[in-house]
């Protein structure tokens, strides 16, 4: 009798303490997941368009959808290889000035109008980035894209403290 209640109390007791730690967890471990950093130049707002240019939340940076705009919003000619020059060269930018640099990135997702256009495009992406730190990466064609562009880019990159 002494050692089945001896065993309920030691049962109890094991309970208890796991469901103290358990919120101490939860108040701990996941406090600072709870925000969401919205990341809009002016340029981006004045325009009018329907997204932010990044989010950060838990330290990961979401780039949002990128193509190979010029400064004043026209989509660059000349192709696959420009547009995807270009459209690097945005990433970057805006990387940069949230404080990150393209060895950062560590996923890309490319959307392409053509399918054909890969290799070329893939050419040229090779050069953005560490041959040692080559993203993950995904690419595949759709049926259009804004501005008619040939390539669109979204990426994913460690935000440094």
Known sequence: MKVK????????????SLKFVNNEVKNSKFKNQETIEFVNSQENIDRGYPFSEATIVNGIIYLSGEIGTLPNGSLVAGG???????????????????GGTMDDIFKCTCMLSDINDWPLMSQEYKKFFNPNK??????FAGSGLALGAKLEIECMAIKRD
């Not at 209640?5 to 208890?16: A, D, K, T």
């Not at 696959?80 to 949230?98: A, D, F, G, Y």
């Open 134 to 139: 080559l993203p993950a990466r995904s690419a």
């Open 80 to 98: 696959i290889i420009q547009e995807t020059r270009q459209t690097l060269n945005n990433i970057k930018k805006k990387l940069e000035k949230i």
């Open 5 to 16: 209640y001896l065993f309920i109390v030691f049962l109890f007791n094991s309970c208890q």
